[in-house]
């Protein structure tokens, strides 16, 4: 069976992270849920997502397609009612699709939030989900104790270096590489995880659950309060609550990042502050793109959701439930709103478009730092969102 991970209506809830990747390439604990799913699967997956993100993610059809839905969240037992389906068969929990097996010429009129059509097996085991954006940082506690244990299984940690304060030292695993000197690392009840060749740096102040990503760095001196996910190739400094990091990102400086998601190739400039409680202690509100207007988290505290390609200048402040889209560049005195449409440049004085040609050769640069070139798929990728979010700009 050849599995594909595919996006339902939900997918919009998690914009503007979504306008640049599929669902399934959220980073949710330690992992992505498409590497949660090969972990399981023990089998490569592609996805079936928005068209213009085809290019990137291709969708690898064969004879035999079992169709998983992105949001669910593997474990064992559901994993092996998946695989046993047949085809023609659609596994279920009330109106959502958990798994079908199609054949080949049936991808194409595939309905993610259909049923009809299918032989129906209600599901028996149970699972969790994500339907909104808020849930990456709110369930990353229990995400990263999940994926810790599938990656630490019966493997061995790198030796922890003498030099290290302290706790639970059997709740942290080094990855080949890592490097951890004259630091405080104290898992408490969770765990922490040290990618390959990352490192964290002298007086810098843990508290699990964190995990840090291959070729990331904290900084010295910071304070990072988990739990926390620092993905690949980014650099983290100052002081840092229940956040998410995709990856290729940094928030090297001081300055307070919290309850917080930032996508990938984002740079939060020196002093930068997000609040993650409003001073009336009320529920936060944030920008859904689907209601195009603010809905009710439930939550007390939520600070930044951050697009891919963002950056922010220094002594930016950030009111609580800010979402930011994709390729703004955020600066100046005050408070921005707490909605900054993609593609927008300025600060709280008011913002401008910016320009794709400008975006674009800030990317290159970024790209090239890393070793890694911004080629046509990812111009075009941030082509199309510039037109899908043109409404939200000012005029």
Same mark, same amino acid.
């Given at each position: 069976?050849?599995?594909?991970?595919?996006?339902?209506?939900?997918?919009?809830?998690?914009?503007?992270?979504?306008?640049?990747?599929?669902?399934?390439?959220?980073?949710?604990?330690?992992?992505?849920?498409?590497?949660?799913?090969?972990?399981?699967?023990?089998?490569?997956?592609?996805?079936?997502?928005?068209?213009?993100?085809?290019?990137?993610?291709?969708?690898?059809?064969?004879?035999?397609?079992?169709?998983?839905?992105?949001?669910?969240?593997?474990?064992?037992?559901?994993?092996?009612?998946?695989?046993?389906?047949?085809?023609?068969?659609?596994?279920?929990?009330?109106?959502?699709?958990?798994?079908?097996?199609?054949?080949?010429?049936?991808?194409?009129?595939?309905?993610?939030?259909?049923?009809?059509?299918?032989?129906?097996?209600?599901?028996?085991?149970?699972?969790?989900?994500?339907?909104?954006?808020?849930?990456?940082?709110?369930?990353?506690?229990?995400?990263?104790? *999940?994926?810790?244990?599938?990656?630490?299984?019966?493997?061995?940690?790198?030796?922890?270096?003498?030099?290290?304060?302290?706790?639970?030292?059997?709740?942290?695993?080094?990855?080949?590489?890592?490097?951890?000197?004259?630091?405080?690392?104290?898992?408490?009840?969770?765990?922490?995880?040290?990618?390959?060749?990352?490192?964290?740096?002298?007086?810098?102040?843990?508290?699990?659950?964190?995990?840090?990503?291959?070729?990331?760095?904290?900084?010295?001196?910071?304070?990072?309060?988990?739990?926390?996910?620092?993905?690949?190739?980014?650099?983290?400094?100052?002081?840092?609550?229940?956040?998410?990091?995709?990856?290729?990102?940094?928030?090297? *400086?001081?300055?307070?990042?919290?309850?917080?998601?930032?996508?990938?190739?984002?740079?939060?400039?020196?002093?930068?502050?997000?609040?993650?409680?409003?001073?009336?202690?009320?529920?936060?509100?944030?920008?859904?793109?689907?209601?195009?207007?603010?809905?009710?988290?439930?939550?007390?505290?939520?600070?930044?959701?951050?697009?891919?390609?963002?950056?922010?200048?220094?002594?930016?402040?950030?009111?609580?439930?800010?979402?930011?889209?994709?390729?703004?560049?955020?600066?100046?005195?005050?408070?921005?709103?707490?909605?900054?449409?993609?593609?927008?440049?300025?600060?709280?004085?008011?913002?401008?478009?910016?320009?794709?040609?400008?975006?674009?050769?800030?990317?290159?640069?970024?790209?090239?730092?890393?070793?890694?070139?911004?080629?046509?798929?990812?111009?075009?990728?941030?082509?199309?969102?510039?037109?899908?979010?043109?409404?939200?700009?000012?005029?």
């Amino acid at each position: 069976m050849n599995p594909i991970l595919f996006d339902d209506q939900f997918r919009d809830n998690f914009l503007p992270l979504t306008f640049t990747r599929p669902v399934a390439e959220l980073r949710l604990g330690i992992l992505t849920l498409t590497k949660k799913w090969e972990w399981y699967l023990k089998s490569h997956v592609s996805h079936l997502t928005q068209n213009y993100l085809k290019i990137k993610y291709p969708t690898v059809i064969t004879l035999n397609n079992l169709m998983i839905n992105a949001r669910i969240i593997p474990n064992a037992k559901l994993t092996a009612e998946i695989f046993s389906l047949k085809k023609g068969e659609a596994l279920v929990s009330g109106n959502l699709i958990v798994a079908a097996l199609i054949a080949e010429h049936k991808i194409e009129e595939f309905q993610p939030d259909s049923q009809e059509g299918y032989k129906i097996r209600e599901v028996q085991s149970t699972f969790d989900k994500i339907s909104d954006i808020w849930e990456l940082f709110s369930t990353a506690g229990r995400e990263i104790e *999940h994926d810790f244990s599938l990656i630490t299984k019966d493997r061995k940690s790198e030796p922890l270096s003498k030099t290290v304060n302290t706790l639970n030292p059997e709740r942290i695993f080094l990855e080949k590489g890592a490097k951890v000197e004259f630091a405080t690392l104290n898992p408490g009840e969770g765990f922490i995880y040290i990618g390959k060749d990352a490192e964290i740096m002298e007086g810098a102040l843990i508290r699990g659950s964190f995990a840090l990503g291959t070729h990331s760095a904290v900084k010295m001196g910071a304070k990072i309060y988990g739990p926390t996910v620092v993905g690949p190739h980014s650099k983290v400094g100052g002081e840092i609550n229940n956040s998410v990091i995709f990856g290729y990102s940094n928030k090297g *400086h001081d300055g307070f990042l919290g309850n917080s998601v930032l996508g990938e190739w984002c740079n939060i400039g020196a002093d930068s502050n997000n609040s993650n409680l409003k001073n009336n202690y009320a529920d936060v509100k944030l920008w859904n793109y689907k209601k195009k207007g603010f809905v009710n988290t439930g939550l007390q505290f939520c600070g930044l959701i951050m697009g891919d390609h963002s950056k922010c200048g220094i002594n930016t402040m950030f009111n609580t439930g800010t979402v930011v889209g994709v390729s703004a560049n955020i600066f100046g005195d005050g408070f921005p709103r707490n909605f900054v449409p993609s593609f927008s440049w300025g600060g709280a004085a008011g913002f401008t478009t910016y320009s794709i040609p400008k975006a674009f050769e800030t990317a290159e640069k970024v790209f090239s730092r890393r070793e890694l070139v911004f080629d046509k798929i990812e111009q075009d990728i941030l082509k199309n969102v510039f037109e899908q979010t043109a409404e939200f700009r000012a005029k």
